[in-house]
Nanobody
Framework: QVQLVESGGGLVQPGGSLRLSCAAS????????WNWYRQGSGQQRELVARITSGGRITYVDSVKGRFTISRDNAKNLVYLQMNSLKPEDTAVYYC??????????????WGQGTQVTVSS
Protein backbone atom coordinates (compact mmCIF):
# COMPACT_ATOMS: atom_id res chain seq x y z
CA GLN A 1 0.00 0.00 0.00
CA VAL A 2 2.28 2.71 1.33
CA GLN A 3 6.03 2.58 1.76
CA LEU A 4 8.35 4.97 3.56
CA VAL A 5 12.02 4.77 2.59
CA GLU A 6 14.72 6.67 4.48
CA SER A 7 18.13 7.63 3.18
CA GLY A 8 21.08 9.76 4.24
CA GLY A 9 22.34 8.04 7.37
CA GLY A 10 25.97 7.22 7.98
CA LEU A 11 29.07 7.90 10.06
CA VAL A 12 29.99 11.48 10.88
CA GLN A 13 32.43 13.13 13.26
CA PRO A 14 31.20 15.19 16.22
CA GLY A 15 30.23 18.64 15.05
CA GLY A 16 29.41 17.41 11.58
CA SER A 17 26.17 17.39 9.64
CA LEU A 18 23.89 14.89 7.95
CA ARG A 19 20.66 15.25 6.05
CA LEU A 20 18.10 12.49 6.27
CA SER A 21 15.38 12.08 3.67
CA CYS A 22 12.24 9.99 3.66
CA ALA A 23 10.10 9.35 0.62
CA ALA A 24 6.54 8.10 0.75
CA SER A 25 5.13 6.10 -2.15
CA UNK A 26 2.09 4.04 -2.93
CA UNK A 27 -1.59 4.67 -2.40
CA UNK A 28 -1.45 8.19 -0.93
CA UNK A 29 -4.37 10.61 -0.80
CA UNK A 30 -2.61 13.09 1.47
CA UNK A 31 0.00 13.19 4.23
CA UNK A 32 -0.92 14.78 7.53
CA UNK A 33 1.92 14.64 10.05
CA TRP A 34 5.51 13.68 9.32
CA ASN A 35 7.62 12.55 12.25
CA TRP A 36 11.22 11.56 12.84
CA TYR A 37 11.92 9.16 15.71
CA ARG A 38 15.19 7.72 16.91
CA GLN A 39 16.24 4.80 19.05
CA GLY A 40 19.68 4.50 20.55
CA SER A 41 21.15 1.21 21.69
CA GLY A 42 19.37 0.08 24.84
CA GLN A 43 17.09 3.10 24.80
CA GLN A 44 13.44 3.70 24.13
CA ARG A 45 12.34 5.15 20.82
CA GLU A 46 11.80 8.90 21.11
CA LEU A 47 10.10 11.49 18.94
CA VAL A 48 12.75 13.85 17.61
CA ALA A 49 10.77 16.19 15.35
CA ARG A 50 7.31 16.62 13.89
CA ILE A 51 5.88 18.75 11.12
CA THR A 52 2.13 18.94 10.57
CA SER A 53 0.24 19.50 7.35
CA GLY A 54 -0.15 23.11 8.41
CA GLY A 55 3.57 23.51 8.91
CA ARG A 56 3.58 23.47 12.70
CA ILE A 57 6.93 22.14 13.92
CA THR A 58 8.01 20.68 17.25
CA TYR A 59 11.36 19.30 18.42
CA VAL A 60 12.60 17.37 21.40
CA ASP A 61 14.61 19.72 23.61
CA SER A 62 17.90 17.94 23.00
CA VAL A 63 17.94 18.83 19.28
CA LYS A 64 16.47 22.34 19.31
CA GLY A 65 18.68 24.75 17.45
CA ARG A 66 20.62 21.94 15.76
CA PHE A 67 18.04 19.93 13.77
CA THR A 68 15.58 21.20 11.17
CA ILE A 69 12.61 19.27 9.82
CA SER A 70 11.04 20.23 6.50
CA ARG A 71 8.65 18.72 3.99
CA ASP A 72 8.04 18.78 0.25
CA ASN A 73 4.34 18.16 -0.22
CA ALA A 74 4.55 17.93 -4.00
CA LYS A 75 7.06 15.08 -3.79
CA ASN A 76 5.80 13.39 -0.59
CA LEU A 77 9.17 13.91 1.05
CA VAL A 78 10.36 14.89 4.49
CA TYR A 79 13.86 15.92 5.50
CA LEU A 80 15.79 16.15 8.73
CA GLN A 81 18.82 18.41 8.56
CA MET A 82 21.09 17.58 11.47
CA ASN A 83 23.89 19.99 12.36
CA SER A 84 26.39 20.14 15.21
CA LEU A 85 25.97 16.43 15.73
CA LYS A 86 26.97 14.91 19.06
CA PRO A 87 27.84 11.33 20.00
CA GLU A 88 24.57 11.14 21.92
CA ASP A 89 22.71 11.63 18.63
CA THR A 90 23.88 8.17 17.58
CA ALA A 91 20.79 6.07 16.92
CA VAL A 92 18.64 4.44 14.30
CA TYR A 93 16.42 7.17 12.88
CA TYR A 94 12.93 6.25 11.73
CA CYS A 95 10.60 8.13 9.45
CA UNK A 96 6.93 8.01 10.47
CA UNK A 97 3.85 9.52 8.90
CA UNK A 98 0.09 9.82 9.29
CA UNK A 99 -1.19 9.21 5.79
CA UNK A 100 -4.64 9.23 4.29
CA UNK A 101 -4.94 6.42 1.78
CA UNK A 102 -8.45 7.66 0.96
CA UNK A 103 -10.31 10.81 2.02
CA UNK A 104 -11.62 8.95 5.07
CA UNK A 105 -8.88 6.44 5.94
CA UNK A 106 -5.99 7.77 8.06
CA UNK A 107 -3.21 5.33 8.96
CA UNK A 108 0.23 5.49 10.52
CA UNK A 109 3.26 4.15 8.67
CA TRP A 110 6.92 3.54 9.54
CA GLY A 111 10.10 3.43 7.52
CA GLN A 112 12.75 0.76 7.98
CA GLY A 113 15.19 3.04 9.77
CA THR A 114 18.60 4.44 8.94
CA GLN A 115 21.66 4.32 11.18
CA VAL A 116 23.32 7.55 12.24
CA THR A 117 26.64 7.19 14.05
CA VAL A 118 28.47 10.19 15.48
CA SER A 119 32.01 9.26 16.41
CA SER A 120 35.58 10.41 15.99
Amino acid sequence: QVQLVESGGGLVQPGGSLRLSCAASGNIFSIANWNWYRQGSGQQRELVARITSGGRITYVDSVKGRFTISRDNAKNLVYLQMNSLKPEDTAVYYCNADIKTTEWNLRNFWGQGTQVTVSS
